[in-house]
């Protein structure tokens, strides 16, 4: 029997999904079936097509649904914390939502939220993480974006993996970390003995930063040099009234077995008010203050002060709202962890970690703004508590495996912690290789933190090199950069002598302009031009000679 001629199926996967001509065959086949289609439809997207996808396909060596070919190298321009969100979202321009979805993340790849950036992106992608307002460093911002681009993704069809609206998904499922031991994740934190602290600033100082120290035994936690310890604070108290205060609500109104005040001093973040929070208000009160709530909850600023908007103040600038308690905290973000880089080294003590922590304060409005994570441990939890605790491994943060390399370390303010760490770890291991700390900070009579063990440091010749940067002793600011510049010609020599490069502390500023210094100094010295000085400082983070611990 000769069969009958049939019309050639429509072709629902577009010529550059990333599939291969017999895939292409297979999946139009699959699909045609699934949607009964006519001939003549709209092709799918790339990421309708990859959505689509049975769980488990393998198409070996072809890209990962969501990705294109030339993103198989991971590719990833804007993985730079100290870059701003919108160059992020220039640089995954035209990349699939999977990529655009890793841009808005922080790029700290800290852990904070569970994940790192392109685990959380890819976790969201595949409809397996709900909550887009896990982004500590990204804060609002990141939240904002997520937003708009999971809308694109509502557009598309849900993969066979989706997990149904009553699941609850964590990130220990999403990751399948091997990381359920007690301490080892923030999923399972453990508990430390918050043991001491003792501020580093003289009195006098414009600044207020603790050396706080920690008991692990017990906990099941161990540490290498590097690493940062994840916290999880609550509340003040006392905001917590404020807010049951302006809310005009009961104290202890239940809200899943608990009461509100107990939920709003260790469940939910009081920072800055959600968009989501703002959407709430619109819908219970009315004329001018419904449509500035939505613009808040839209993301703009009808009063120039939408910065300055933390929960209570949220309550009090839309004075009268009363919404439904539970309504309420739904409308508020989770209280996440916060991390700190270890400033201890666990061969001088394997059982303590210490850390150095500048506290957050800052008045607006007359009222005192607590950083939640940096004032609990300043004033609210003391010798003999316990608080709930998590080891977050370095992922590109640590000493050459060589011990005879040279180390060059720049931390201003509390960057100096990870290095503290680095140079007790190169003493108890008589590591041979020279070590040279880059510190600064606002004034040298106030602001010297760790000045007597330097001092020892230096005496017993583990510390080769100290060079300071007081911003605020005289008439100009200097900077750790201006002093890289003043001594280019010796940090050059090191770099040639096959030195690793670190940089901890601020990622807005400080660590973007000491990348530039350092451009500058290999153009000057190692005469280059400009290109190849860029050139040179990027294979230095690609092979992990130049390494960042930024926040
Ligand atoms: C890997 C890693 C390592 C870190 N290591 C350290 C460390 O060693 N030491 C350390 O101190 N921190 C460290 N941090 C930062 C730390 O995790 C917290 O982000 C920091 O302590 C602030 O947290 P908080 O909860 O106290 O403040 P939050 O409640 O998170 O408030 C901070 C927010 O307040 C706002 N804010 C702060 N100051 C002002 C101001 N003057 N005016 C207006 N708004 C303001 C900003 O929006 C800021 O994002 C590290 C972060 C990471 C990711
Ligand atoms: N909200 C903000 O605007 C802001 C600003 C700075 C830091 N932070 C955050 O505050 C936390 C703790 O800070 P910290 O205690 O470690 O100290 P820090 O505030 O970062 O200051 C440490 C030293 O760095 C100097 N500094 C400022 N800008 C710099 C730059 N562009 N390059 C090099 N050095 C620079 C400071 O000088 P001067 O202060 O005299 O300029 C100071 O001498 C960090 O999380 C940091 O990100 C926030």
Same mark, same amino acid.
């Given at each position: 029997m000769i069969s009958s001629p049939r019309a050639p199926l429509p072709s629902l996967i577009p010529e550059t999904a990333p599939f291969s001509a017999e895939q292409r065959v297979w999946l139009n086949g699959l699909f045609a079936g699934l949607l009964a289609l006519e001939p003549g439809v709209t092709p799918l997207s790339p990421e309708q097509a990859a959505a689509l996808l049975p769980d488990g396909l393998d198409f070996g060596a072809t890209a990962l649904p969501g990705q294109d070919s030339q993103e198989q190298d991971d590719d990833a321009p804007w993985h730079d914390p100290a870059m701003a969100l919108t160059e992020r979202m220039k640089l995954a321009e035209g990349?699939?939502?999977?990529?655009?979805?890793?841009?808005?993340?922080?790029q700290q790849d800290c852990g904070q939220c569970g994940y790192n950036c392109q685990d959380y992106s890819d976790a969201i992608f595949s409809q397996k993480e709900e909550r887009l307002n896990l982004c500590v460093p990204g804060g609002k911002e990141t939240a904002r974006m997520l937003k708009a681009l999971h809308q694109e993704l509502g557009n598309l069809p849900a993969p066979a993996t989706a997990k149904t609206p009553t699941e609850t998904p964590t990130p220990a499922d999403a990751?399948?970390?091997?990381?359920?031991?007690?301490?080892?994740?923030?999923?399972?934190? $453990? =508990? $430390?003995?918050?043991?001491?602290?003792?501020?580093?600033?003289?009195?006098?100082?414009?600044?207020?930063?603790?050396h706080i120290e920690f008991d692990l035994t017990g906990t099941g936690i161990d540490y290498a040099v590097g690493d940062a310890f994840g916290l999880f604070p609550t509340n003040d108290p006392a905001l917590a009234d404020a807010v049951i205060a302006a809310l005009a609500a009961p104290a202890k109104f239940p809200i899943g077995g608990r009461t509100l005040r107990e939920v709003l001093i260790d469940g939910v973040s009081l920072g800055a008010a959600p968009d989501i929070l703002f959407q709430l208000f619109s819908y219970i009160t009315g004329g001018d203050r419904r449509q500035k709530a939505k613009a808040l909850a839209a993301?703009?600023?009808?009063?120039?002060? $939408?910065?300055?908007?933390?929960?209570l103040a949220a309550i009090e600038k839309f004075s009268g709202v009363r919404p439904d308690p539970e309504a309420f905290i739904e409308a508020l973000d989770p209280l996440q962890p916060r991390l700190y880089s270890i400033a201890s080294s666990p061969r001088v003590e394997p059982k303590k970690i210490a850390l150095t922590v500048d506290t957050v304060r800052y008045p607006i409005n007359g009222r005192t703004r607590l950083g939640v994570?940096?004032?609990?441990?300043?004033?609210?939890?003391?010798?003999?508590?316990?608080?709930?605790?998590?080891?977050?491994?370095?992922?590109?943060?640590?000493?050459?495996?060589?011990?005879?390399?040279?180390?060059?370390?720049?931390?201003?303010?509390?960057?100096?912690?990870?290095?503290?760490?680095?140079?007790?770890?190169?003493?108890?291991?008589k590591a041979p290789g020279r070590n040279w700390l880059f510190f600064g900070h606002q004034r040298s009579n106030y602001d010297f933190f760790?000045?007597?063990?330097?001092?020892?440091?230096?005496? $017993?010749r583990v510390l080769n090199r100290l060079t300071l940067a007081w911003s605020r002793d005289g008439?100009?600011?200097?900077?750790?950069?201006?002093?890289?510049? =003043?001594?280019?010609?010796?940090?050059?020599?090191?770099?040639? =002598?096959?030195?690793h490069i670190?940089?901890?502390?601020?990622?807005?500023?400080?660590?973007?302009?000491?990348?530039?210094?350092?451009?500058?100094?290999?153009a000057t010295f190692g005469v280059r031009s400009t290109n190849e000085a860029v050139a040179f400082v990027t294979d230095l983070k690609k092979s992990g000679r130049y390494q960042q611990d930024v926040y």
């Open positions: 990349r699939p939502l999977r990529r655009r979805l890793m841009a808005a993340m922080g990751t399948a970390a091997p990381a359920a031991a007690p301490g080892r994740s923030r999923e399972h934190p $453990a =508990e $430390a003995l918050f043991l001491s602290r003792t501020r580093l600033n003289k009195p006098g100082s414009g600044k207020e930063t603790w993301g703009e600023d009808p009063d120039g002060d $939408a910065a300055m908007l933390d929960v994570a940096s004032s609990y441990l300043a004033d609210r939890v003391g010798p003999g508590d316990r608080i709930k605790a998590y080891l977050q491994k370095a992922q590109h943060f640590g000493l050459p495996a060589d011990p005879s390399l040279p180390i060059i370390m720049i931390g201003p303010g509390t960057g100096i912690a990870p290095f503290r760490a680095f140079l007790y770890e190169r003493m108890a291991t760790y000045e007597d063990e330097l001092a020892g440091m230096k005496a $017993a008439e100009q600011k200097i900077y750790v950069q201006d002093r890289m510049r =003043e001594v280019g010609r010796d940090l050059w020599a090191w770099l040639a =002598e096959g030195a670190y940089v901890c502390g601020d990622a807005k500023h400080m660590a973007r302009d000491v990348e530039r210094a350092l451009i500058d100094v290999v």
